[in-house]
C-alpha cells in the first residue's frame, strides 16, 4: 500500500483542512456538543458535498470507491479538527458493513443515501453484560409470518440518536444475525459521552421487521467487517487529534512566560514536548499499520495487525493528553481552552471499538492461530 498522498488526496485533505480552519472552529464544535446534541445537519451536509460521507461507498452506488488509504487521510483531519458528525459510525462501519454483506435490494436503497449524506446508520451491537465482545449477544430475532420479530436491549449505539435505523445483532436460531431496523422499531434513550459525542440505548419490545431486514445470518462476520473498518478510522483519528493538541501546545509554551523567559526555552519542558512527538509518529505508525490490515486476506494476521494498531494507539493517546494537559499547567484543568476537548477526546480513544485489556486478549488469539 503506498502512503504517500496521491493528488486527488492531498486536495481532499487541504480542503478538510481549510473548512476546519475556517467553519468548524473551536466554538462552532462546542455548540454542536452543547446545543444541537452533537450532530449538526449542515455540517453534514457540506461533508457529504466535501465527498466524506461517500468516500468508501462504491461508484455503482454513488461513491467514489476509495480505499482504506484515503479513508486515513479523511480521518486525520477530521481527528485534527474533533469532527462530532457520524462519519466513523455511519460513513465507515456502517457504509462497510451494507456494502461487503448486505443484499442487493439493501445495497441499493441505502449505498447512494449513505453516501449523499441523506441518511446516517448506527450499528447497535454491545449489550449491558457483552463487554465489547460482538458474539455475546442475549437479543433474539424470532420468525413470523411477516418477517421477524425482534425483542432486546442494546447500548452505547455511537450516535444512535441521529440514525435513521440501525445495524442490530440478535439470536435467529441460536447464531448471531444482522438486522436493518429502523429508528421507529426502537425506544432509543440518547446522552452525551465525555467527549461531547453522542450515545445511546435502545430497546426492542417485540419490533415487528419485514422479511427483507435481515442483512446476514453471519452477523458476526459481517459484524467484525465493520468493526475492523472502525478501528482502523479511529486510529487515524487519533493520530491527527494528537498531531493537533501538540502544535497547541507547543503554541502555548512559546507565548506562556515565568519568570521573563517563554517556557519553550526551558529544557525540561522541550523533553517532554519530544516524547509528545514520538509518541505521536508511533501513532500515525500504527494509523498505517491499521489501514494496510484491511488488504490483509489473513483473518489471523489482520486481527493482529488491527489489535497491535489500536493498543499502541491508545497508550499513545493517553500519553499525549495527560501531558499536554501538565505542560499547560492550571489553564489545562479549565474548560476555557481547547486543551480538555483534545485530552477528553483522546481518552475515549481507549475504550472506543475495545479496550486495551480486550485487544491484548484478541492479540493473543490471533497469534495463537
Known amino acids: 500500500m503506498d502512503f504517500n498522498y496521491s493528488e486527488e488526496q492531498r486536495m481532499l485533505a487541504d480542503s478538510l483542512h481549510r473548512f476546519i480552519d475556517t467553519t468548524y472552529t473551536f466554538g462552532v464544535r462546542r455548540g454542536i456538543a452543547r446545543e444541537s446534541g452533537g450532530f449538526d445537519r449542515d455540517i453534514w451536509a457540506t461533508l457529504a458535498e466535501m465527498g466524506v460521507t461517500g468516500l468508501t461507498v462504491p461508484a455503482d452506488f454513488g461513491g467514489f470507491g476509495e480505499g482504506p488509504a484515503s479513508q486515513l487521510v479523511v480521518q486525520r483531519e477530521l481527528g485534527r479538527g474533533l469532527v462530532l458528525e457520524p462519519v466513523n459510525p455511519s460513513a465507515v462501519m456502517?457504509?462497510?458493513?451494507?456494502?461487503?454483506?448486505?443484499?442487493?435490494?439493501?445495497?441499493?436503497?441505502?449505498?447512494?443515501?449513505?453516501?449523499?449524506?441523506?441518511?446516517?446508520?448506527?450499528?447497535?451491537?454491545?449489550?449491558?453484560?457483552?463487554?465489547?465482545?460482538?458474539?455475546?449477544?442475549?437479543?433474539?430475532?424470532?420468525?413470523?409470518?411477516?418477517g421477524y420479530v425482534l425483542d432486546g436491549v442494546k447500548s452505547l449505539a455511537w450516535h444512535g440518536d441521529a440514525a435513521h435505523a440501525f445495524l442490530v445483532s440478535a439470536r435467529l436460531d441460536g447464531e448471531v444475525a444482522l438486522f436493518l431496523a429502523p429508528r421507529e422499531a426502537a425506544t432509543v434513550i440518547a446522552y452525551p459521552t465525555i467527549d461531547g459525542m453522542r450515545g445511546a440505548d435502545l430497546r426492542f419490545d417485540g419490533?415487528?421487521?419485514?422479511?427483507?431486514?435481515?442483512?446476514?445470518?453471519?452477523?458476526?462476520?459481517?459484524?467484525q467487517h465493520g468493526l475492523d473498518h472502525g478501528i482502523a478510522a479511529q486510529c487515524a483519528a487519533a493520530a491527527g487529534a494528537m498531531e493537533r493538541l501538540i502544535e497547541i501546545t507547543a503554541e502555548y509554551l512559546r507565548t506562556?512566560?515565568?519568570?521573563?523567559?517563554?517556557?519553550?526555552?526551558?529544557?525540561?519542558?522541550?523533553?517532554?514536548?519530544?516524547?509528545?512527538?514520538?509518541?505521536?509518529?508511533?501513532?500515525?505508525?500504527?494509523?498505517?499499520?491499521?489501514?494496510?490490515?484491511?488488504?490483509?486476506s489473513d483473518p489471523a494476521?489482520?486481527?493482529?495487525?488491527?489489535?497491535?494498531?489500536?493498543?499502541?494507539?491508545?497508550?499513545?493517546?493517553?500519553?499525549?493528553?495527560?501531558?499536554a494537559v501538565q505542560l499547560h499547567g492550571g489553564m489545562g484543568m479549565t474548560d476555557e481552552l481547547e486543551v480538555g476537548d483534545y485530552f477528553k477526546f483522546l481518552t475515549m480513544t481507549d475504550v472506543l471499538l475495545g479496550d486495551t485489556d480486550f485487544h491484548m486478549e484478541r492479540y493473543g488469539a490471533a497469534m495463537a492461530v
Open 94 to 146: 456502517a457504509t462497510a458493513i451494507l456494502a461487503g454483506h448486505g443484499t442487493a435490494a439493501q445495497r441499493a436503497k441505502w449505498l447512494p443515501a449513505l453516501a449523499s449524506g441523506e441518511r446516517v446508520l448506527a450499528i447497535a451491537y454491545l449489550e449491558p453484560e457483552s463487554r465489547y465482545r460482538p458474539e455475546a449477544v442475549q437479543a433474539t430475532a424470532r420468525r413470523s409470518d411477516h
Open 207 to 223: 419490533a415487528r421487521l419485514p422479511a427483507e431486514a435481515l442483512v446476514s445470518i453471519d452477523g458476526l462476520a459481517a459484524l
Open 256 to 296: 506562556r512566560r515565568q519568570f521573563g523567559v517563554a517556557l519553550a526555552t526551558l529544557q525540561a519542558l522541550q523533553h517532554r514536548m519530544a516524547d509528545m512527538l514520538v509518541q505521536k509518529e508511533l501513532a500515525l505508525s500504527m494509523a498505517y499499520v491499521a489501514a494496510q490490515a484491511m488488504d490483509e
Open 301 to 323: 494476521a489482520r486481527q493482529r495487525m488491527l489489535s497491535g494498531a489500536k493498543i499502541t494507539t491508545a497508550r499513545a493517546a493517553r500519553f499525549v493528553g495527560q501531558q
